[in-house]
């Protein structure tokens, strides 16, 4: 991305709304050229935002010693300190101390962000599904890291104030939806015949460092996120999800060749294209098209298209594509910790 491109990137980052360190820490880094210059060495098409805050986050969780811990409060607990001009400075000295490290993780980690809240977009993908056909569904999604949300369908939600899902799920997800009239049935489902991940570089889930990695990614201050989290891994790790490791733009027609022909898929992508590089875009958007080479899709995506949600708050649009073509049904915060349907949710779905 280079210097420059770095430094756009911190100052210019939205999106960080539930990390008070995290806000902070964008100004400290795009005015540090030592910093930016080190937060350059991210792979290509991953954002540096999220890979150096989860470099330094993974080492402080992995137990080295710094005064910077005292502000997080995933290592302090609740004695964490609040954020104050000394939090950039600790930053600033601990990512030099400990630069040959971090630059260590940025060139073999890809941001793997695994919300388990985003398992609602599957779900809510399954939904209009069954409301479109009684047929079995195959379930695809692109950018899956460890496939925890591959397991939309044996989790327990909260929604607009309604309780659905597998009572007895260790994973409990409760997402704050103001009117959900315009929601499909979300505890009527099709059976899923078959569900699929794609990733660059599927997390192991039986690898401590992988995990580490995975929490390494939640923000300090999101601790239930990280419950989440440690709970859906707990859940994969009984019955793994099958992923595929490649980029979708190579091996896509592939894995879209071996589902069982004729069946609708269910195509989900949350915060994944927005790690590819630009140049690779069409090649990602014409791998999702294959998709639809042996079975009607609906093709769901969560991306970074900044939109107004109907109360005023700045949120993320959820995408719908179908045989008719691409509207935005909802606006959610990137997480997912909000949803606010749009009127064009309550479209029917068309599968050609």
């Known amino acids: 991305m280079g210097d420059v491109g770095t430094a756009e990137a911190f100052r210019a980052a939205r999106g960080f709304d539930s990390s008070p360190l995290y806000r902070h820490l964008l100004a400290v880094v795009a005015n540090e050229p030592a910093l930016v210059e080190l937060a350059s060495r991210t792979r290509p098409g991953q954002q540096p935002t999220f890979a150096l805050f989860g470099a330094v986050h993974y080492l402080l969780l992995g137990g080295v010693t710094d005064p910077l811990a005292a502000y997080y409060p995933s290592v302090a607990g609740a004695r964490a300190r609040p954020v104050?001009?000394?939090?950039?400075?600790?930053?600033?000295?601990?990512?030099?101390?400990?630069?040959?490290?971090?630059?260590?993780?940025?060139?073999?980690?890809?941001?793997?962000?695994?919300?388990?809240?985003?398992?609602?977009?599957?779900?809510?993908?399954?939904?209009?599904?069954?409301?479109?056909?009684?047929?079995?569904?195959?379930?695809?999604?692109?950018?899956?890291?460890?496939?925890?949300?591959?397991?939309?369908?044996?989790?327990?939600?909260?929604?607009?104030?309604?309780?659905?899902?597998?009572?007895?799920?260790?994973?409990?997800?409760?997402?704050?939806?103001?009117?959900?009239?315009?929601?499909?049935?979300?505890?009527?489902?099709?059976?899923?015949?078959?569900?699929?991940?794609?990733?660059?570089?599927?997390?192991?889930?039986?690898?401590?460092?992988?995990?580490?990695?995975?929490?390494?990614?939640?923000?300090?201050?999101?601790?239930?996120?990280?419950?989440?989290?440690?709970?859906?891994?707990?859940?994969?790790?009984?019955?793994?999800?099958?992923?595929?490791?490649?980029?979708?733009?190579?091996?896509?027609?592939?894995?879209?060749?071996?589902?069982?022909?004729?069946?609708?898929?269910?195509?989900?992508?949350?915060?994944?294209?927005?790690?590819?590089?630009?140049?690779?875009?069409?090649?990602?958007?014409?791998?999702?098209?294959?998709?639809?080479a042996d079975g009607p899709v609906l093709h769901l995506a969560l991306e970074d298209d900044q939109r107004i949600a109907p109360s005023g708050r700045p949120g993320i649009g959820l995408t719908a594509t179908d045989a008719t073509g691409s509207r935005t049904i909802a606006v959610a915060d990137g997480h997912l910790a909000w949803l606010e349907p749009l009127p064009e949710l309550a479209t029917p779905t068309t599968l050609g």
């Open 84 to 292: 104050d001009a000394d939090a950039g400075r600790a930053f600033t000295r601990f990512c030099l101390a400990h630069a040959d490290r971090i630059s260590a993780i940025l060139a073999t980690r890809l941001v793997q962000t695994n919300h388990v809240q985003r398992s609602l977009a599957t779900r809510l993908g399954l939904a209009l599904l069954r409301e479109a056909t009684a047929a079995p569904v195959c379930v695809v999604e692109v950018g899956c890291s460890a496939g925890l949300n591959l397991r939309a369908d044996r989790y327990a939600y909260t929604v607009g104030g309604s309780t659905i899902g597998d009572p007895t799920s260790g994973v409990h997800i409760r997402v704050d939806v103001p009117d959900a009239r315009l929601l499909p049935d979300l505890a009527r489902l099709p059976v899923i015949a078959d569900a699929v991940g794609v990733d660059l570089d599927p997390p192991d889930l039986a690898d401590a460092d992988d995990r580490a990695w995975l929490r390494a990614l939640v923000w300090p201050e999101n601790s239930h996120q990280a419950a989440l989290l440690a709970a859906a891994m707990r859940v994969a790790a009984d019955d793994p999800p099958r992923v595929l490791r490649g980029d979708v733009a190579d091996i896509g027609a592939e894995a879209a060749a071996a589902l069982p022909a004729g069946l609708p898929r269910l195509v989900v992508h949350t915060a994944t294209r927005i790690h590819v590089p630009v140049d690779r875009r069409p090649a990602f958007d014409a791998a999702m098209a294959a998709f639809a």
